[in-house]
């Protein structure tokens, strides 16, 4: 069974700018989501007038602004009737194409312009200008929490609970990069192979969590623009729509040191945890939506940004059992050769991130209509995205297909 | 040997853009009674009077029975370890204490509180709280892993 939304709206057209640190001219957040946008309405075939709702994802750390969504709409000379950030982290990034689809769904509007995109590394020591950046200034960031540190509470108690060993997770960090060493634009594509050895012997950051086992850094910026419209507005020809099949989205706390203080609510319903991430209330509205299944899904892309959340992901996602993530992967589920294919930008953790985008949505819109920019996946009908905004917080799942429903 | 003092954090934090005054990071004013609490080496927790409830210093509104909450209430300051990192890679003051290790305590009245844990870290292991200056300079709480009498 499927819902009024599932198939009601395409994106007809997609945009994405690059600028690396290896880049004579460092280009800002701005410019770079404008290069998107533009590139976006041109593929969509439509102008400035047409422009119905203006949504971004939140304001990237180099280009702060009191509205940044009023700054992307000066410069684009549009005159939206809805113009707001869509944020829940970096999780929002898809939201910006969920909440589109509800607006273009109740006729208020034809046409959505959905921009994400980040550069800080071209702007800020990332190291520096990160380590506390999740932590909660006054209970966790006096303590020295690090980012990884916050990370590393739901990977130490995950592995506890469910018996995930180290090695298991270490998997992950070793199928990512083969699919990186194919990818023109993976931050790692030129660094080689790893073994499960040398992630367990990279230095520790936050234990359990190793530096392989943490993303890494874009070592650049990227903005990524979508044009979304409704179905009975998509020509038939010659263009080649993606349709959203089915999305859902879940947030639970901004502090991990308080998640669990919540109880009797999403994840939390069976009593208080930190281990049930609300990646599974996500999926199952998704799913629900778009009426297909696990394993009608033949491709996954996913901003986890480390090993354990991975197999926290693939469990919630339904490819595995809760707490099986560890023998799922062992057991080859998400070989690069023969398994389910998993993270092939390489993922954040060898792709790199670079803050929120619609990156990851676009690898699956082009893998689908056969024209991807790394490994090609044949055959591929339906995929899947999960946005996630940090610490493990907040988390969008989106599915998408090339054939109209 | 500096007073042991904490950080007011009840006017937030001053952001800054250079000269340009951009606004007011975190204003806590109901939190000052656990910092007030800390100053003095006791440990208080928010205290719902409807319910009876305990609740993080930082609780405005009592989650059970949406009651208004800014009394305070000694708190046993015992409780478990439900996680924790050692952290061995660190920046600013911190750099030079790794490797330490921070977690989250399930304090004995079901309230879960982040904190710098000291002592051999294991899953819920028993913890008591204790009051020391960490590397910032301001007294905080902290949580000593209890040893077998
Ligand atoms: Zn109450």
């Not at chain 1, 020509?235 to 989205?249: R, T």
Request: glycine residues 12%; proline residues 6%.
């Amino acid at each position: 069974m499927t819902t009024q939304l599932s198939g009601s709206c395409a994106i007809v057209g997609m945009g994405r700018s690059i600028s690396l640190k290896s880049d004579a001219e460092r280009k800002t957040p701005l410019q770079l989501v404008v290069d998107a946008a533009s590139q976006a309405m041109r593929e969509a075939g439509i102008t400035r007038k047409q422009v119905g709702a203006l949504l971004t994802g939140r304001m990237p750390r180099t280009y702060c602004s009191l509205q940044y969504n009023q700054a992307v709409l000066n410069e684009l000379k549009i005159t939206p009737m809805i113009s707001t950030e869509v944020t829940s982290h970096g999780a929002g990034a898809l939201g910006t194409i969920e909440l589109a689809v509800v607006l273009l769904q109740a006729r208020v509007i034809d046409y959505a312009l959905c921009v994400c995109g980040e550069a800080s590394p071209l702007w800020i020591e990332m190291v520096e200008g990160s380590a506390n950046w999740e932590a909660d200034l006054q209970f966790e960031a006096p303590y020295g929490a690090t980012t990884p540190a916050l990370y590393a509470q739901v990977a130490q108690r995950y592995m506890h609970d469910y018996n995930i060993r180290p090695e298991q997770c270490a998997r992950v960090a070793v199928e990512n990069r083969l699919w990186a060493l194919d990818h023109p634009q993976a931050a790692m594509r030129k660094k080689g192979k790893i073994s499960v050895d040398d992630v367990l012997s990279s230095r520790m950051v936050a234990s359990p969590l190793r530096m392989l086992d943490c993303a890494a850094w874009f070592p650049g910026g990227i903005g990524s623009a979508a044009v979304i419209t409704r179905a009975d507005l998509v020509p038939e020809s010659p263009s080649k729509p993606s349709w959203i099949l089915g999305f859902g989205q879940s947030s639970t706390h901004e502090w991990i040191g308080e998640r669990f203080a919540l109880r009797g609510a999403g994840p939390t319903e069976n009593g208080p945890n930190i281990t049930n991430l609300g990646v599974g209330e996500a999926a199952r509205q998704a799913y629900a939506m778009s009426g297909l299944r696990p394993a009608d899904v033949g491709i996954v892309e996913t901003s986890a940004p480390f090993t354990f959340a991975n197999l926290m992901v693939l469990e919630e996602l339904g490819f595995c059992g809760k707490g099986e993530g560890g023998d799922f992967v062992e057991g080859g589920g998400i070989n690069y050769d023969g398994g389910l294919p998993f993270n092939t930008t390489g993922g954040y953790l060898s792709f790199g991130q670079s803050g929120q985008g619609l990156y990851l949505l676009k690898e699956v819109l082009e893998q689908i209509h056969g024209e991807p920019e790394g490994r090609p996946v044949p055959g591929v009908k339906v995929g899947l995205v999960h946005g996630h905004g940090g610490p493990l917080a907040c988390h969008s799942v989106m599915l998408v297909g090339g054939e109209r429903p | 040997m500096t007073e042991e003092t904490t950080i007011d954090w009840s006017t937030g934090m001053r952001l800054m853009a250079g000269d340009m005054f951009l606004g007011l990071y975190q204003p806590s004013p109901e939190t000052t009674g656990y910092w007030d609490g800390v100053r003095r080496h006791e440990f208080l927790l928010k205290h719902c009077l409807r319910c009876d409830g305990c609740h993080h210093p930082r609780r405005i509104l009592c989650p059970d029975c949406n009651e208004a909450v800014s009394a305070w209430k000694p708190a046993k300051g015992t409780g478990k370890l439900h996680s924790y990192s050692e952290v061995h890679r660190a920046t600013g003051v911190f750099a030079k204490s790794t490797p330490y290790t921070v977690g989250i305590v399930e304090l004995d009245e079901g309230v879960p509180l982040f904190a710098r844990i000291f002592g051999e870290p294991g899953i819920d292991v028993p913890v008591e709280v204790d009051f020391r200056v960490l590397e910032q300079g301001a007294l905080l709480p902290v949580f000593v892993v209890k040893t077998a009498p």
